[in-house]
């Protein structure tokens, strides 16, 4: 049986090219700091990469640090010791949305007490005017704000207003943290106009290997204390010899979705209204989470009334669909989710999560929506023979 993969939010396969070129550069040895031959050739190979991901979100090559993931990188970047040129740059405060990513949410290395939930509304979305009300209070003499708000949030998909945040953390003079992991590839982005301080970035949400990532600075005057030291790599940001082929692949992917991302978006959202549509036909009373919002256009995040998310994705997968029941990262162990609780919605049965990417085609959807006809017939006929 063919297996359907509808869970991009949580990986996604490794492209082609990123493979070949994963494979390929294995060949190159040397170490990117050595300035012999081999190590010149390494060094290339990276400052590629380098160029290929700033040209998907249009950024400065230079400025980007690679880590061993996105998880990585926001460790570095929570912290409440910063640089600006050699002068120290005192964070008092973070400030994160209640709907992070559990690698923000974890606080990286400010202690709980020098932190601040920034709650969402109904829809999920920070709103602007609650985070200047916020950021009114902080007290300025202690230090400046650290700010990290989600572009798209990787359950629902809903993408917050970073623009407008941006403006609020600016005037509280406040560095500002945008994860931009589950909107590359699927949204066109431009961070030379998102106004963020620092972007993080996974390439194994683009198509590319796990094991790296990065955080991209906007500017080059302002850093934060490394959370590794050593040999002084990265621009002294991360220390560890580089890992030559990951970055390598993970160039290769992002080269792929430059010219991915010129096609997809339409194609993606199509499949999305199909996918809604026919959930809605099927079970009148669904509950799709975001449908009224700016959400990414791979993304539906759903609770069918009386039915056990686990026990569907149980169902799906039985049937050869993967689809995930609650975050990325924490399946295998199903809760319910924490970004409904900080939306306020009371849901005990959980929520399943289509998401859809390269790959997935309009049979796939119908597929799915076929199993999930199966899966609602069973329910309200063994609700019948126990009534
Ligand atoms: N941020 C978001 C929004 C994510 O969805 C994820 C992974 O699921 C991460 C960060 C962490 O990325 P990584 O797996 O590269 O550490």
Same mark, same amino acid.
């Given at each position: ?28 040895? /040397?170490?990117?700091?050595s300035?012999?031959?081999? /190590? ?31 998880t990585?990188?926001i ?14 740059l005192?964070? !008092?405060?973070?400030?994160? !949305? ?7 949410? !974890? ?10 939930v ?18 009114r ?29 941006s ?6 003079a /406040? ?5 931009v ?21 996974s ?33 002294g940001?991360?220390?560890?010899t ?12 992002a080269a ?9 978006g339409e ?40 039915i ?11 049937a050869?669909?993967a689809?995930?029941? /609650? ?44 199993v ?15 009534s």
């Open positions: 049986m063919k297996r359907i993969y509808l869970d991009y939010n949580s990986t996604t396969p490794l492209t082609a090219n990123a493979r070949e070129r994963l494979v390929s550069t294995l060949e190159s040895f /040397g170490n990117p700091s300035v012999h031959a081999e /190590g010149r050739v390494a060094k290339a190979i990276i400052q590629k990469a380098r160029r290929e991901i700033a040209a998907l979100v249009v950024a400065d090559p230079a400025n980007i640090v690679f880590t061993s993931g996105a990585e990188a460790m570095t970047l929570l912290t409440p010791h910063y640089f600006i040129g050699r002068s120290p005192f964070m !008092s405060h973070l400030y994160f !949305s209640a709907t992070e990513h559990p690698c923000v949410t !974890s606080r990286g290395r400010f202690p709980v007490q020098m932190s601040t920034v709650p969402v509304d109904r829809n999920g979305v920070v709103q602007p005017d609650c985070l200047r009300e916020i950021l209070k902080h007290d300025r003499s202690k230090g400046l704000p650290l700010v990290a708000i989600q572009y798209a949030n990787h359950e629902t998909g809903i993408i917050q207003p970073i623009t407008a945040l403006k609020i953390v600016k005037e509280a /406040g560095l500002f943290i945008v994860d992991v589950q909107a590359v590839a699927r949204e066109k982005l431009d961070m030379t106009k998102k106004c963020g301080d620092f972007f993080l970035l390439a194994h949400k683009i198509g590319g290997p796990k094991g790296i990532g990065a955080f991209i600075a906007t500017g080059e005057t302002i850093r934060p204390e490394p959370l590794l030291t050593g040999g002084g790599q990265e621009k940001l991360r220390a560890g580089e890992a030559v082929s990951l970055i390598a692949s993970f160039g290769a992917a792929s979705c430059v010219i991915q991302c010129l096609h997809e194609r993606l959202v199509n499949l999305q209204k199909k996918l809604e549509e026919g959930l809605k036909e099927i079970l009148p009373s669904i509950l799709i989470y975001g449908s009224g919002t700016m959400r990414l256009p791979n993304t539906t995040f759903f609770s069918a009334p009386g056990k998310a686990e026990s569907m994705q149980i169902a799906f997968d039985l050869g669909i689809v995930s029941a /609650g975050a990325a990262c924490s399946s295998g162990k199903i809760d319910s989710s924490p970004v409904l609780q900080a939306m306020g919605i009371a849901n005990s049965n959980g929520a399943i999560r289509v998401s859809t990417g390269q790959n997935t085609r309009l049979s796939d959807i119908k597929q799915f929506l076929k999930f006809e199966t899966i609602i017939a069973r329910t309200k006929q063994s609700h019948l023979k126990y």
